[in-house]
C-alpha cells in the first residue's frame, strides 16, 4: 500500500472504529491521527505486527 493509500486508509478508520459497539467504541471514541508522516504510520504499523503478542503477560499487554 503506498504511503498515502495507508493514511487516507486509517483516517477512514478511526471514526468507523469508533461507531464499534462495546469496548472498542469507547476507545476509539473522538480518536485522532497525530501522526504527521505517513512513511513513519508504516514503520508503527510493521513494528506492531513484528510483536509476538500471544507470548507476552498480559501485564505487558496492559501496559502497551
Do not use: C, R
Not at 10 to 26: D, F, H, M, R
Not at 33 to 61: F, T
Amino acid at each position: 500500500m503506498v504511503f498515502a493509500e495507508l493514511e487516507l486508509h486509517y483516517a477512514t478508520l478511526l471514526p468507523e472504529l469508533s461507531t464499534t459497539k462495546g469496548i472498542l467504541g469507547q476507545i476509539f471514541t473522538k480518536s485522532q491521527n497525530k501522526i504527521q508522516d505517513p512513511a513513519m504510520l508504516a514503520k508503527i504499523i510493521d513494528m506492531i505486527d513484528s510483536e509476538q503478542w500471544l507470548v507476552m503477560g498480559a501485564d505487558v499487554k496492559g501496559d502497551i
